[in-house]
Every structure is written in structure tokens, then in C-alpha cells.
């Protein structure tokens, strides 16, 4: 059957043509065409266009051709001739300057019986099906989503493209909308930027320096207050306190602090250089109180509860302006307070403990003071505005600081947490704190009428859970190349961490503190933790639920009638999500498959793509998969759902 016709050069599947003496520097080469689907059998020519660096075309160029699989198509004088089903990749070089084309090669009838699924069927594909997949239409049509899934925990990508014949598009929409685009705001979302860049350093500081000294450390909590104060401190007492968080343990920047509040489980300190206008000590006693009767049961009843190095019951919270001047105000975000864990340090060495001079050792927080008259910048001009924002950090930062706490001191680890489970927990602690304010549940499959039917639940939401949400959703719009696992500290990796977690404990037996304790009260860290506590309800650990999960992303509340595993208990993220967006849309990232568009993108471990297709009735369907010039990895499972 003859191709195309589209031009010819010269060539074969290794060969090269000489059309006269090179005339000028070669800049670049472009084909006529980079992708081509073909029949077995079939040809098409393709046309190298030799140009220089003013986009001239050159004359006179030695063209050479090469097939990256010849037993799937060969390339002879720039014509390619079908062989067997598959997929190759056609080059064309001069000198050291190359162009491709993707070649996808099906036959007229499907080499083996086409696969032919019922709706809500997930099929793991076969190392056959994984070559050249047929899939039938049957007697009324049907369509799918193919989900290639990276099951490794690699963190560099691999480049896939699928190539499809015979489908068609898709009708199913598995999108429920939310019906008030807007109602969330994400502008919690975009406060977190400067802080995650922030904390991210902090924690690499962190790790850095302070890494060693617990590999060197024993147990052994030595009796010694926080230095300068007694063990009940009186207010208007004064302490000196290092605020340096560029240096974890030297040059100390010493503040002079003010005992602001003395409650049950806190000592506020306010820096005596705090703008005038802000704080009374009215006020940091109501806050007292509210970390007393709020903040801290959540947390240790979720995480544990953390040592007493400075043996005073309590937690130091500290109200600094040294905070306010780490954000500027032309930044698009602010640091809303921190733990350091070179605090849980001594500041002299002992007997079982390595020294850190800058450690203030005590259990604490930093956190900033009001700037009514934004001395410092725009941020935090308002009692009640950072009075808000302080519960949902301190949520977050007591997470941190039990689990580092617990490590030095309890467990005696020889490693922190690595940060992507540290900040997971750490953004669980901050959607308890929302079921704690709210009155609601987990495992209720939450819709946007359950958490937006009423103003205090809005601003409930938007205080102290949409950040989460947030996070989530830019996570399914480029779950490719994100995942719960990565190794940085990006806000879509924070955001399906959380998911993650969540996930997890919902598919777990038990209630939800014997598995963050679990976590916390360990030696082992990462994946290891991850697997030792939901290995047993989840077999296969951290891959097997990353796995379920990248299926859920897609399959819940979609109307189909899929196994439990495969959902989200607590959120219907379908109903939520949209809220976040003006556009109204459920956000996953999806791609279709049609004749003569490639899918090509990459992927990394725990990374997930979703490609949808459709087969017309009493047709069949081909789809080739390939990585590169060869075959997909093994560990990208390639599953087919039918979703209609």
C-alpha cells in the first residue's frame, strides 16, 4: 500500500544519501513531518530540511537516516515502510544536528484477541499488551483511561509516548462540579510560597548541622531550665533569646524577651523591640489559653507528647519582630513563625549530648509580633489577622517540634524525618485542627455543601484547611511530574503528601492516632516508617498505596462502582476542588488519545499520567506505548480502567 508522499531525501534504516559538498555551517534539521501513524505494510516519506543559523535551507548536505527499531519500521532514502505492529523513532543527522519522528505501526487485524473489559474493570497490562494493546469496541462502543503509574522511588524521569489507532473521543465526564466556583480562596495557597521556601531552608539548616550531633547524642534528658528563667516564670520577667535562623548553632543573635503570659502549656515571651500598638498581655494570656485548651491536646494526642528539656511543662512561645523582618514586602508571601530544632540542643556539651551555643534549649516557637504601623512590612498589621493565622501555624509547627523532640530524646533515632512525611504530618496536624474547629468528621466523604454551607464553615475552610486543598489541587494538574515522595519541598508534593496521609489512615483499620503515633515514636524514617505503619492494612507499603491512590485520583466519586481502595473516605474531592477555581473544573490532568496525536510526556517515581480514549461500536482500537527509542520501563505499570 503506498504512503504518503511528503518529499524525499535519501537514506536507509542506517544509511546515509551525499547530495554535494557541505556549503555553510549546519544550525538545525526539520522533518516534514514528526509523527505518523501506518498500517503494516504501509510507507511514508519524509523530507530532512537542512537549515543554517538564519534559517536558510543548505544545499549540498549529507543527510543520514536510522531507525530506532528496524523490526518495526525501516527508513531507506527517507522512506518508511511499515514492518510489524510497534512503535519506532526515525532520525535524520548531519554533522552533529538531528531531527525525529515518531512512527506508530498497527496492523489491519489485531495480532492477538482484542481485550474487552466491563465498566469499572482495571486491568493491569500483560508485557504483550504493554507492545501494541488491542482493545475492542464491542456491539455499543466503550471508553477508558490508561494510567501509565512510575512504581518506583527514582526521582528522575522517563520520557513516554503513546500512540493510538482506531479510537475516538471521549464522551464520559467523571467531573462533578462544585457549583460555587470562588467559594474557597486560595490566597492561603500563595502566603505558604514564602514560607515553604523558607522552612525548606530552615529544615536543610536544620539537617545539616544538628544531623551529626543526634547520630551522637544517647538518651538522657538533663534537668536545666531554659536559660535565664525559672521553671514558672512570673510576668515581666527578662530573658536574652538568639534569633539567628541563618546559622543554626553559632553566631548567636541575642534579643532581650519579656514574660508576656504564663499559662498550663505555655510561656509567652514578647521582644521588648515589638512595634508599639500591638499585643497587650490581656491578649497573650487569651493566647495562652487558646494553645492550652486547643493546640496543644490536638497535637499531642495526635503525634505524642514532647519532652520537657528546659523543665518547665511548658512550650516557649516567642512574639519577635526578628520574624516580621524575614518577609519583605515586595515578597508574594510571608513567614508566619517557625520551630528550629537547634533549640532542643544544649547549649554546652554533657556527658550524652553533642553542644549547640545558639540553642535558646527550650521547646519553642517563633512567631511574629503586630506592625500596625507596618514598620517591617505590609503583613500582620491586624491583632485579629495574626491571631488567626498563629493557630493554624503553631497546628503545623508542634507537629515538628514533638516529632524532633521525640527522635533526640525518646526514640533515640540516629536521623530526623525526611521532609516530605515531616511536612505531611505537619499539614495533617493542620486539617485536625479544621475537624476540631468545625464539629466535622474524616471518613464523611465531605462535600462542598457539608463544608461551605454556612459563613462560619467558609471561614473555617479558608482558615485553616484550604491551604491543603490547594496544594492538592496543582498536584493533579501536573501529576506527572509531582509526588508524594519527591525529594523537595514543593508545595504539590506538600499537597499530595497530605493526601497521602490521609488516604492511608482512612484505608487503615484503627483510629487515626495508632498510626501517627505510630510514625512519630520511630527509629526508622521515609519510606521505611511509612511502610512499618500501613504495611499491614496497605500490602506493599508506600509504592502500594501511592498506587491506589494515583487510581482514586481518578475514580472517585465518579459514579463508577470501583473496590473501596480506590477512593477518598473523608473528601469528595470532585465537589470541592472546583470551588478553588473560577473555572468550576475538577483539576486532574488528563490527555487524550486520538489517531495521529501522540501522548508525549514525562514521568517520575510515584508519578502518574491519565490518558482517555474511546473505541467506536464493532471497531477495534490499537495503542503502542514506547520510552525513548525503546520499550516502557518495567516499572511503569500501564493499568486500563473502562470508565463507560
Known amino acids: 500500500m503506498a504512503g504518503l508522499f511528503l518529499g524525499a531525501v535519501a537514506g536507509c534504516g542506517g544509511s546515509s544519501i551525499n547530495t554535494g559538498p557541505a556549503t555553510s555551517t549546519v544550525s538545525s534539521i526539520t522533518l516534514s513531518s514528526t509523527t505518523a501513524s501506518l498500517k503494516v505494510g504501509a510507507t511514508v516519506t519524509l523530507t530532512a530540511t537542512v537549515l543554517d543559523r538564519s534559517g536558510n535551507a543548505l544545499a549540498g548536505q549529507t543527510v543520514n537516516w536510522l531507525s530506532s527499531a528496524p523490526t518495526v519500521a525501516t527508513v531507506a532514502a527517507g522512506v518508511v515502510t511499515a514492518v510489524a505492529p510497534g512503535i519506532a523513532q526515525i532520525t535524520a543527522s548531519v554533522q552533529t544536528k538531528l531531527a525525529q519522528a515518531t512512527i506508530t505501526v498497527t496492523s489491519d487485524a489485531c495480532p492477538v484477541t482484542p481485550l474487552s473489559l466491563n465498566v469499572g474493570d482495571i486491568h493491569t497490562l500483560s508485557a504483550t499488551e504493554r507492545g501494541s494493546l488491542c482493545i475492542s469496541g464491542g456491539t455499543a462502543g466503550s471508553e477508558y483511561v490508561l494510567i501509565p503509574f512510575k512504581g518506583d522511588t527514582i526521582p528522575t524521569t522517563v520520557p513516554l509516548t503513546f500512540n493510538a489507532t482506531g479510537t475516538v473521543g471521549t464522551a464520559f465526564s467523571p467531573v462533578l462540579l462544585g457549583g460555587a466556583p470562588g467559594v474557597l480562596t486560595r490566597g492561603a495557597r500563595r502566603d505558604l510560597t514564602r514560607q515553604r521556601a523558607f522552612e525548606a531552608a530552615l529544615r536543610a539548616r536544620e539537617r545539616q548541622a544538628l544531623t551529626p550531633m543526634l547520630r551522637a547524642h ?93 523543665q518547665n511543662g511548658r512550650i516557649v512561645i516567642f512574639f519577635t519582630p526578628a520574624v516580621n523582618a524575614l518577609t519583605k514586602n515586595t515578597d508574594t508571601g510571608y513567614i508566619a513563625g517557625f520551630f528550629f530544632a537547634r533549640d532542643i540542643f544544649p547549649t554546652t556539651a554533657t556527658g550524652t549530648q553533642s553542644a549547640c551555643a545558639g540553642s535558646n534549649y527550650a521547646e519553642m516557637f517563633y512567631m511574629p509580633v503586630v506592625d500596625p504601623l507596618q514598620v517591617y512590612n505590609k503583613y500582620f498589621i491586624s491583632k485579629d489577622s495574626l491571631r488567626l493565622q498563629a493557630i493554624g501555624t503553631l497546628a503545623h509547627e508542634m507537629q515538628h517540634l514533638i516529632n524532633d523532640t521525640r527522635r533526640v530524646y525518646v526514640t533515640n533515632a540516629n536521623d530526623f524525618e525526611v521532609v516530605w512525611l515531616d511536612e505531611g504530618m505537619s499539614h495533617l496536624a493542620e486539617e485536625l485542627l479544621y475537624y476540631r474547629v468545625t464539629g466535622l468528621k474524616p471518613k464523611n466523604n465531605l462535600s462542598l455543601n457539608d463544608v461551605a454551607s454556612t459563613q462560619a464553615l467558609v471561614d473555617a475552610i479558608n482558615n485553616y484547611q484550604v491551604g491543603n486543598l490547594s496544594n492538592y489541587y496543582d498536584y493533579l494538574s501536573a501529576p506527572e511530574v509531582h509526588s508524594p515522595y519527591a525529594p523537595n519541598d514543593s508545595l504539590e508534593t506538600r499537597g499530595s503528601t497530605w493526601a497521602l496521609l490521609r488516604y492511608a489512615i482512612d484505608q487503615s483499620p484503627n483510629a487515626s492516632s495508632t498510626y501517627t503515633h505510630a510514625l512519630i515514636n520511630s527509629v526508622t524514617n521515609g519510606q521505611q516508617n511509612f511502610d512499618a505503619v500501613f504495611g499491614a492494612a496497605i500490602p506493599g507499603g508506600l509504592l502500594a498505596a501511592v498506587r491506589q491512590m494515583a487510581i482514586a485520583n481518578f475514580t472517585d466519586d465518579s459514579g463508577l462502582a470501583l473496590d473501596a481502595k480506590y477512593s477518598f473516605p473523608s473528601w469528595n474531592f470532585r465537589s470541592v476542588l472546583p470551588a478553588l477555581s473560577t473555572s468550576n473544573t475538577f483539576p486532574i490532568l488528563t490527555r487524550q488519545l486520538t489517531p495521529g496525536a501522540p501522548a508525549t510526556f514525562p514521568i517520575r517515581g510515584g508519578g502518574a499520567s491519565y490518558l482517555r480514549f474511546g473505541v467506536a461500536a464493532t471497531t477495534t482500537a490499537a495503542i503502542a506505548s514506547s520510552s525513548g527509542a525503546g520499550a516502557v520501563p518495567a516499572t511503569v505499570e500501564l493499568i486500563l480502567i473502562r470508565t463507560r
Open 218 to 310: 544517647r538518651i538522657g534528658i538533663p534537668l536545666s531550665n531554659i536559660v535565664g528563667l525559672p521553671a514558672t516564670p512570673t510576668v515581666g520577667q527578662t530573658v536574652q533569646m538568639n534569633v539567628n535562623v541563618s546559622d543554626a548553632c553559632l553566631n548567636p543573635q541575642q534579643r532581650k524577651a519579656r514574660v508576656a503570659a504564663v499559662s498550663k502549656n505555655a510561656i509567652i515571651l514578647a521582644d521588648t523591640a515589638a512595634p508599639a500598638g500591638g499585643f497587650t498581655d490581656a491578649d497573650f494570656a487569651s493566647f495562652a489559653t487558646t494553645f492550652d485548651t486547643l493546640i496543644y491536646p490536638l497535637d499531642t494526642a495526635a503525634f505524642g507528647v514532647p519532652t520537657d528539656i528546659d
